[in-house]
């Protein structure tokens, strides 16, 4: 399969502990995103990488929130301390080229209930 | 500002009906317009996009979509439904740094 995959598919914690999630791109693609969908919403805008560059991240929601791209290659989305209010399906997209017009491809997404 | 409007949160019609989900943008340059389709628990899978040349594109799916210009439109198009294509649609709007702009989705019911 060479799609974006996302680990975990779903992930359940308790309020107050710190998750992890995991991206891997389509392995040409040097732009990555990452976006949050609450039910109802459509996809919000996090973060994004170009290579192993951060370019963007002041629409991460709070500093709880981190993401790193170490390589260039796969990617990760840090939440610390979660509040329910972070439950939500957690969206990684891939693109070959930085420009507007260059469609996003995106993977199955993290599902996160905080408890 | 960069903004997505869509126009009906759910959608219903009847199997072999015109298909038909409204999509209004707001952009401060020339916009490059897309429509994704979702299934439950499922990513989002392009269907079609729109960037410059031909204002009618065709997608997958026997989708299509007109871009004008002077409505601010991208409305989604299928002359005939079928049940395969009950699923949340989502309207986006290119903006700097590639970022999608979405707008609120329309789901879209497939009666038989």
């Known amino acids: 399969d060479t799609g974006v995959s996302q680990n975990p598919r779903h992930k359940i914690t308790k309020r107050g502990q710190n998750v992890t999630f995991r991206c891997d791109p389509i392995?040409?693609?040097?732009?990555l995103y990452w976006y949050r969908q609450t039910l109802g919403q459509g996809p919000e805008f996090l973060t994004y990488f170009q290579n192993e560059a951060q370019l963007e991240k002041s629409r991460l929601l709070s500093d709880r929130f981190s993401a790193e791209r170490p390589k260039g290659s796969f990617s990760t989305l840090e939440i610390q301390r979660t509040e329910q209010g972070d439950s939500a399906m957690y969206l990684c997209a891939s693109s070959a080229r930085g420009t507007a017009n260059t469609e996003a491809f995106f993977g199955q997404g993290t599902r996160l209930t905080v408890v | 500002a960069q903004s997505v409007t869509q126009l009906g949160s759910h959608v219903s019609v009847s199997e072999g009906a015109l298909v038909l989900l409204r999509c209004n943008y707001s952009s401060s340059v020339p916009p490059y317009l897309f429509w994704y389709v979702q299934y439950p628990n499922q990513g989002l899978q392009l269907l079609l996009k729109y960037t410059t040349g031909a204002t009618l594109v065709k997608g997958i799916n026997g989708f299509e979509a007109e871009f004008k210009k002077s409505e601010t439109s991208f409305h989604l198009t299928k002359p005939s439904a079928h049940m395969s294509d009950a699923a949340e649609y989502f309207c986006a709007l290119g903006g700097p740094g590639n970022q999608f702009y979405f707008g609120t989705g329309t789901s879209l019911t497939v009666i038989p």
């Open positions: 392995s040409e693609h040097n732009r």
